[in-house]
């Protein structure tokens, strides 16, 4: 089993839909949690950090569920500007390094 | 964004040559990694540094090795390349547990193919 798995999508929504994708890890120990986006042929850039409590930023939520260790993030009022792939990323504690999914492609559509 | 630049940008080379990857920040953060990013994988670590002359192994360290000299500079070298090291490399940096961040913020990527 992958330590962080996401589904791959690609997820097609119409713009202005609501969106929402999970990612699941394995360790049950880990703390810090991570969405980056990465466009087409480009880097990957931090989307938000999950704590424990999730958070909100504009249109984008994440939120922590520890008991089924997973975490989620949601999109609200979808923009076409939206259209990247999502990649979760998990704080080993035991050595502080990241582990990658593989990412969620999104794909808005007008 | 995050001053990291990375060079070469785009290489083609001939297996069995031995290859350097440059990667430069302006942040003056003291971690430093580089990953590779293969279709269908998540990103993988090959070596981190934690400062200058401090380096380690990551998950897919074998054919490869770092070196850093100065704070801004951390050089990936691939011995003898290989097919199977066709990839985009991506070099990233962080604050690190020194101040409790480890969000990452990486540089454009280089795109490598060994023919």
């Known amino acids: 089993r992958k330590e962080v798995e996401q589904d791959p999508g690609p997820f097609n929504v119409p713009e202005g839909a609501t969106v929402a994708f999970n990612c699941t890890y394995s360790?049950?120990?880990?703390?810090?949690f991570f969405w980056y986006r990465q466009d087409c042929r480009k880097e990957p850039k931090l989307l938000m950090s999950?704590?424990?409590?999730?958070n909100e930023d504009g249109r984008f939520t994440a939120q922590l569920n520890r008991a089924s260790q997973y975490i989620s993030l949601l999109i609200r009022d979808s923009k076409l500007s939206d259209s990247a792939t999502y990649l979760c990323?998990?704080?080993?504690?035991?050595?502080?390094?990241?582990?990658w999914g593989a990412g969620t492609k999104l794909i808005i559509k007008p | 964004d995050a001053g990291i630049t990375q060079s070469p940008r785009h290489k083609v080379t001939e297996t069995g040559t031995p290859v350097t990857l440059r990667c430069h920040q302006t942040?003056?953060?003291?971690?430093m990694y580089w990953y590779r990013q293969d279709p269908g994988h998540g990103l993988r670590l090959i070596h981190y540094s934690y400062g200058v002359k401090d380096t380690d192994k990551g998950e897919v360290s074998d054919g490869y090795s770092v070196s850093r000299s100065k704070t801004e500079d951390f050089l990936l070298t691939l011995e003898s390349a290989t097919s199977s090291q066709t990839s985009v490399y991506f070099c990233?940096?962080?604050?690190?547990?020194?101040?409790?961040?480890?969000?990452?913020?990486f540089g454009p990527g280089t795109r490598l193919t060994v023919t």
């Open positions: 360790n049950s120990a880990s703390q810090s």
């Open positions: 999950v704590y424990s409590s999730g």
């Open positions: 990323v998990v704080l080993m504690d035991s050595n502080y390094q990241l582990i």
């Open positions: 942040e003056n953060h003291r971690y």
């Open positions: 990233a940096i962080s604050e690190g547990d020194s101040s409790g961040l480890y969000e990452q913020y």
